[in-house]
């Protein structure tokens, strides 16, 4: 006797059924395609992470009408830099979302001058978590794109001085990292090391909804992103190689002060992110852990290359946890093209 399926609808309305089911936390177990305990560990934290995002886009959204959203603390933060209230808030998110959870037994921020602990995580916890809570903060008061920045990696050892010295190893000891960009829609990008994958929020569900899987970036692009205020600053290889974008018809310059922003742009469309070292800060800007080795972890496992300008990214040990680094990320040719001018 065979049955027949009286419930299915039109194929356009069934596919749409299918990619609102594909949740962050379901993905992210499909892609280990197990069910053990590290399975479920992982998917966990990602969406303990996504609900954090969730907390920052929602409060991002209402700024304007929030008192102590917007502006400076008045405080500065381990990197010499003033503090956003919006930095400070997400922070303190990121830290209250994953406290009591089990999943993670520190957390390292670039907000933070040392990691933080939670003793009730660790003896089951055994990733750390390092994240940038707002990248792109001078941002925020203009009302223009700020992201967040998340890397994961397994605690090794058991960390008895509380100094994490096993994080200072190369970023191919991530096991996890990605961003959520809080723009026109708040999208969550994440790879495990099988592909890089997008989602965006829809505030209707209160869920990530898979939007793009296996995301591969183009091999070249027609966009160059670079903060030119620093010109008279660089080294002249990298002034060179300015000029010479300069005289190629159709390439345009992209910048928005906001690292995630203009990376994820070249993620889909191509082209090169560049932040230099400069003659007064040879080891660049950018933080390793929490900027650079994220992205390089990303931006490699959709087919494109991050490097220093003389070594690749994922290479680099940093000699500290607050480490800095030059970083040029994106479409292979591009990429290869200015570290041409490099040598």
Known sequence: ?????????????????????????????????????????????????????????????????????????????????????????????????????????????????????????????????LFDPIDGSSNIDANLAVGTIFSVRQQEGIDTTGDADDLLQPGHKQVAAGYILYGSSTMFVYTIGKGVHSFTLDPSLGEFILSQENVQVPESGSTYSINEGNYCHWEENIREYIRHLHRQPGYSARYSGALVADFHRILFQGGVFLYPGMTTQPEGKLRLLYESAPLAFLITQAGGLATTGKVDIMDVVPPKLHARTPLIVGSRKDVELATSFMK
């Open 1 to 129: 006797m065979t049955t027949t399926d009286d419930t299915r609808l039109h194929p356009d309305q069934e596919s749409d059924i299918g990619r609102d089911l594909t949740t962050l936390s379901r993905h992210v177990l499909s892609q280990i395609g197990t069910h053990d305990p590290d399975a479920y560990d992982m998917s966990a934290l990602m969406n303990r992470i996504g609900l954090a995002g969730k907390m920052v886009s929602r409060r991002l959204s209402r700024a304007g009408l929030l008192e102590d959203a917007l502006g400076v603390t008045g405080d500065v933060n381990v990197q010499g830099e003033s503090v956003k209230k919006m930095d400070q808030y997400a922070n303190r998110i990121f830290v209250r979302a994953f406290e009591q959870s089990g999943l993670v037994c520190r957390l390292a921020s670039e907000e933070m001058e040392k990691p933080y602990y939670i003793p009730e995580n660790c003896p089951i916890g055994r990733y750390t978590l």
